[in-house]
């Protein structure tokens, strides 16, 4: 079977895809480009092509790892995140090794500009393929958001890094103890100044092939695509919902006439309000990714469908670290991937209402109609 190798073209529209998906969280889109960038300058000889493969093709008992950037995003601006991932990534290797694992795969912890490019990044530098999947089918806000963790697979072991090469492991007395690992793991964040390389999730192909959303990255790739065709004429949500099968629609056009943010615990949060051309008010409270959208205060739809912003002057996808006051935007909102939904909505409404309540909203989820 010819192998599918993904080109630097194809990377970046990966990056443009999965920031559309990623519902304003998962890291800025000029963050996994810059890194791309970088990764070119850094390493002139090496070819800009990773395989993708299809996780039935993966090799029975050999071993996926999650590499990702976790932290407040708008403290990922600018940097180079590069020795952050290799720092966490090498440590998890020697962590593997000691449990007679190998690590042949790279995988994105969720969809998203910044954290789908990370492994991708991995990837590259080491030589080995990316599955063609991850761990949420859009961008979560914390450890026990992922569905790696809803349906059931093991967090820990897992390892954190920062640039200069502070390295923790964490192993966790349940190794399904997210909501452990994410407080542990936040304190650790704040301590490295809101931004640290995070690796871990060793998930074998029967893991993957249960639990976790496949074809995302195919997926992304495609959005990606049609988004680089579109003309700028009306909203780009109506351009991608006629010309790609992600279950979308346009909200409003309108200009961003308020952004309040504040970074603390290595979050995100605010609120983005937004003067619709259509009349109306829109408001989109965020923690690290937009958990709900408001039209006129009536609720339209919360997460885990995707909430998206798109910036008409910059022509890209915006994460909640991109967004600023006076920009004129398209808003959008698209129907998440069907995983979720394995446990029952009940169960989801439980995962969700932490984060809910973060942002003030005490009601339940409102799926994508």
Known sequence: MAKNILNETDLKNVIIGATVVGAGGGGSPSGGLDILELFKKNNPDKPVELELLDP?????????AVTAGMGAPRALLGKDFTPYAVNAYETLVEMAAGMGRKLKYAIPVEIGGFNTFVPMLIALLRGIPIVDADGAG???PALDTLLLHVNGLDTSPLAMADHKNNRLTIELADPRDASMAENI????????EMISG?????ITKKDILSAIPVGTITYAKSIGEVMAKYDGKGNIYDFIAKNSTLPCK???????????????????????VIAGEDGCEYKIPFQ?????IYKDGKVLMTAPDIISVYNKETKLPMT??????????????????????KQGEDKINEVWKPYFSNVEYTGKIVRYK
């Open 138 to 140: 859009r961008a979560v």
């Open 198 to 202: 995070l690796s871990g999730w060793m």
């Open 288 to 292: 690290n990714e937009n958990l709900a």
């Open 185 to 192: 793991g936040r304190y650790i964040c704040t301590a490295f």
């Open 320 to 341: 909640n670290a991109d967004t600023a006051e006076g920009q004129y935007v398209d808003v959008g909102i698209a129907k998440v991937n069907d995983s979720w939904w």
């Open 56 to 64: 039935n093709d993966m090799e029975d008992g050999a071993y996926a």
């Open 250 to 272: 346009a909200v409003c056009t309108g200009k961003i006439v308020k952004m309040e943010t504040k970074t603390a615990n290595g979050f995100d949060y605010g609120i983005a």
